[in-house]
T-cell receptor, first 108, second 115 residues
Framework: KNEVEQSPQNLTAQEGEFITINCSYS?????LHWLQQHPGGGIVSLFM???GKKKHGRLIATINIQEKHSSLHITASHPRDSAVYIC???????????FGKGTSLLVT | DTAVSQTPKYLVTQMGNDKSIKCEQN?????MYWYKQDSKKFLKIMFS???????INETVPNRFSPKSPDKAHLNLHINSLELGDSAVYFC??????????????FGPGTRLTVT
């Protein structure tokens, strides 16, 4: 089973700060998802990536498949970014998804 | 126009009862999923259906039975409910048959409380 670790578990930031959330996994994967869960409970897919970097607005996701590590960056953070961010590692078969425990972000 | 909808939003029931949660997607996607999020907010995939065919069945008790009458619907039926079944259940959908390789669209969740 692929162990997926996220850090930090909790993060508080001031509005405008640059934020980084990390995700590491124990075995080789084919891709990785980043999800955002709003305080109301809804889940939104942010990125699915298998190499390099993707950018959407103020969000940037990077992955290094060989080093088994991915990061999610938020530039110019805003209180509306407050949410739980979850990474999910995709097995090489493409079928299995293993989730991290999430990073709870509060921007004040 | 909701992409992935679930009913009910809240479900409170007693141990031993049988209940169903319904899910519908209007995105034309081929694959639908059920996820369970426990009290510690940990998400875990339960089932995946592609074109009405079961693709993934994680280690879920056989009291849980997914039913897909057509590509747009994936319902979750739970028999003999137990306290440990209390959780939020999310339905999701995506194009394609491989759970991990396509963006997933999530429903709003159903909070199940078993007393």
């Amino acid at each position: 089973k692929n162990e997926v670790e996220q850090s930090p578990q909790n993060l508080t930031a001031q509005e405008g700060e640059f934020i980084t959330i990390n995700c590491s996994y124990s075995v080789g994967i084919s891709a990785l998802h980043w999800l955002q869960q709003h305080p109301g409970g809804g889940i939104v897919s942010l990125f699915m990536l298998s190499s390099g970097k993707k950018k959407h607005g103020r969000l940037i996701a990077t992955i290094n498949i060989q080093e088994k590590h991915s990061s999610l960056h938020i530039t110019a953070s805003h209180p509306r970014d407050s949410a739980v961010y979850i990474c999910a590692a995709v097995s090489n078969s493409g079928y299995a998804l293993n989730f991290g425990k999430g990073t709870s972000l509060l921007v004040t | 126009d909701t992409a992935v909808s679930q009913t009910p939003k809240y479900l409170v029931t007693q141990m031993g009862n049988d209940k169903s949660i319904k899910c519908e997607q209007n995105l034309g996607h081929d694959t639908m999923y059920w996820y369970k999020q426990d009290s510690k907010k940990f998400l875990k995939i339960m089932f995946s259906y592609n074109n009405k065919e079961l693709i993934i069945n994680e280690t879920v008790p056989n009291r849980f039975s997914p039913k897909s009458p057509d590509k747009a619907h994936l319902n979750l039926h739970i028999n003999s409910l137990e306290l440990g079944d209390s959780a939020v259940y999310f339905c999701a959908s995506s194009q394609g048959g491989l759970a991990g390789l396509y963006e997933q669209y999530f429903g709003p969740g159903t909070r199940l409380t078993v007393t």
